[in-house]
């Protein structure tokens, strides 16, 4: 599945905002203020993950193109900082284990670099073991648990990763 990654633009923010509603669940995805609150902050770096498809139109006798759209696949949102931070990183269900993820997660912790992160930090739910297993197999340790972390009431594992 060819795809590439961008930089995000206003007219992606309500396609992003429904992708985390179905990538996580209540109590967990973020409300619309939420994530314009994350995607806006100062140094915010927001990561695009689209495909371009091509809807054809059958003639008679022969196929003509009709148009390339764009599908949003995913998306990440990151803060810089000494440590920086994964916001969230929302990958659409059919695309998962496509490399959508870890092309955006490699693109934000080089941005990240480059802004002068020594480190990456990040929390994930206890239960969210796909996650859990994503972000060990790019380096990332436990280091602690907030318990209670999210508004449903479950337990956030915090990562972390020292960037070389």
Known sequence: M????RDFQLKDFETLWLLDQDCFSPGIAYSRQE???YVRHAGAITLVAEKLVAEKETVPGRVAQK?????VLGFLVAHPGTTGHIIT?????TARHSGV???LLRGAEERLRAAGSRSVG???AVDNLSALSFYKRHGYSV???W???YSNGVDALVLKKVLG
């Open 67 to 71: 148009e390339t759209r764009r599908l």
């Open 35 to 37: 994530l314009k609150t």
């Open 89 to 93: 990183i929302d990958v659409e269900r």
């Open 143 to 145: 280091i602690k648990t």
């Open 2 to 5: 060819p795809f590439v990654i």
């Open 101 to 103: 993820g870890s092309l």
């Open 147 to 149: 318990p209670r972390y």
């Open 122 to 124: 990040l929390e994930t």
